[in-house]
């Protein structure tokens, strides 16, 4: 089952592998102390929006949620969406970013995608 989850919170029991789907690495923390601080366990930026979508976010999320959208449909992160799908359907993981808010989030529409692929999603 793949949680969705903000990072940096405290882990859910069961949670299991905790991927970050961010542009950037969580500013002032060492490599080492990431899993330990509850960001992420590995890092994932290719399921990240585009820099030059970032900014997007926060003036136009419907235009946001459509450019990331397509993103998301090139090959690689498809194939990344379809991994995670099926990942899910056998093991406990959990995908994150920084944002406060989930539904102005791209998790809010990574969500969508994983639903989509078939992932069991909590």
């Known amino acids: 089952m793949i949680r969705i ?4 919170s ?3 029991k069961g949670e299991g592998l905790r991927l970050g ?8 923390v060492k490599k080492a102390d990431y899993a330990r601080r509850d960001y992420y366990d590995l890092w ?5 929006p585009s820099t030059r979508l970032i900014a997007k ?3 136009d999320f419907d235009g946001f949620a459509k450019a990331y959208r ?14 995670l799908a099926r990942l899910s ?3 406990d993981l959990s995908v994150g970013c920084y944002c406060e808010d989930e539904s102005r989030c791209h998790r809010s529409i990574l969500r ?3 639903i989509e692929h078939g992932a069991r999603v909590a």
């Open 5 to 8: 989850v903000r990072l940096g």
């Open 10 to 12: 405290p882990r859910a």
């Open 21 to 28: 789907t961010v542009r950037r690495p969580p500013r002032g």
């Open 44 to 48: 994932l930026p290719d399921l990240a």
């Open 57 to 59: 976010a926060q003036r």
């Open 70 to 83: 397509k993103e998301m449909s090139s090959p690689a992160a498809e194939r990344l969406v379809e991994l």
């Open 89 to 91: 359907q056998e093991s």
């Open 112 to 114: 969508k995608l994983l």
